[in-house]
């Protein structure tokens, strides 16, 4: 199996940006649908945005205008651009990998975003 790896999260004052990103192997990066889902404290775990490897992207309504995700072929790796952040984004934030047809779902270990004055 494998394990995504996943960075970029921090802290950072409302209305700042961050970048994070997540690596998969090259098979399972041309193959799967990849992106975050996010969990805070006490809540549910919600999905935030996905790309396929046919480059759809999909967006939750709370993150549309604001954030981006992408996929760099070359590096096998998807980046989520998050800007104007908002104290309620703040929320580990977990990079996914899921094949379209099997059932197979892979997840990074969590990035904390903290978004805070």
């Known amino acids: 199996q494998v394990q995504l790896v996943e960075s970029g999260g921090g802290l950072v004052q409302p209305g700042g940006s961050l970048r994070l990103s997540c690596e998969a192997s090259?098979?399972?990066?041309?193959?799967?649908?990849m992106g975050w889902y996010r969990q805070a404290p006490g809540q549910e775990r919600t999905l935030v945005t996905s790309?396929?490897?046919?480059?759809?992207?999909n967006y939750a309504d709370s993150v549309k205008d604001r954030f981006s995700i992408s996929r760099d072929d070359a590096q096998n790796t998807v980046y989520l651009r998050m800007d104007s952040l908002k104290d309620e984004d703040t929320a580990v934030y977990y990079c996914?990998?899921?094949?379209?047809?099997?059932?197979?779902?892979?997840w990074g270990q969590g990035t904390q975003v903290t978004v805070s004055s």
């Open positions: 090259r098979n399972i990066f041309r193959t799967h649908v």
């Open positions: 996914y990998a899921r094949h379209p047809q099997l059932t197979r779902l892979y």
């Open positions: 790309i396929t490897s046919g480059g759809i992207t």
